[in-house]
């Protein structure tokens, strides 16, 4: 049975404002279906896989992106150190499961259950779902995985095993995102710290008519080059 429309979700000021549906698995077609239909899943261990789509919505676009003085600092230093590298799709399971472990601090338990490993592994081996990761010295210090239909992306999760890891990461996305015409990086929900790096909120159907056009344009080249850095510390918003 297909997806409710996104529209029919539960409304603003309400308990679940943004709940669509309960329930449906996590198959790799009912993650593209939901996905292209602008709806993520997010539930607890024991409860059903439950759908949704706020409004309003939070997104970056690559061309709002906000540089602050230390994440350029730390760019480029990490740019000019040989033991440093960005790695696209070279360990995504192991980004999810960071993400999985980095999720429960301060909180009772963790959205990224076992079910949801497996059902984003299999959404990557179907080159759907796609990680970006920040290594210095041959070991994985953070990242964030994010899902990918056309030019339409969708950011999920991130973690960082040393300071400023995970932001690296998020910059390296921006940086492919600018390169390759995104639009916008969907963020799903605001928070203070997307919010200073550029991120705003739109409405849910300027989302969904977003989406429903990005996802029919050319697949995203998710080859990360040096110049992509080059290009990002050259045109991105300066912050102090």
Known sequence: MPLPHAESAQPQGTELAGLVAAGGGLSTQRLCEAYSQ????????????????????????????????????????????????LKIDSAFSKVITHCAQASRAGQAGTWIVRDMIDAYVALHEAGFAHSVETWVNGQLTGGLYCIAIGRA?????????????????????????????????????????????????????????????????????????PIHWQELLATATHEP
């Not at 896989?49 to 409004?55: A, F, G, M």
């Open 38 to 85: 602008g709806m993520f899943p997010w539930f607890s261990e024991g409860q059903p896989v439950l759908w949704w789509s706020p409004d309003p919505r939070m997104v970056l676009k690559p061309g709002d992106f906000k540089l602050h003085r230390s994440l350029r600092k730390t760019i480029q230093k990490f740019m000019e150190s040989p033991d440093a590298e």
């Open 153 to 225: 992306v969708f950011g999920e999760s991130m973690f960082a095993l040393q300071t400023d890891a995970s932001k690296i990461a998020l910059a390296g996305l921006v940086a492919l995102g600018k390169a390759n015409h995104v639009p916008w990086i969907d963020c799903q929900q605001n928070t203070r710290h997307l919010a200073s790096l550029g991120a705003k909120e739109i409405d849910r159907s300027t989302f969904l008519t977003g989406i429903t056009t990005a996802q029919h344009l050319p697949s995203i080249n998710w080859q990360f080059e």
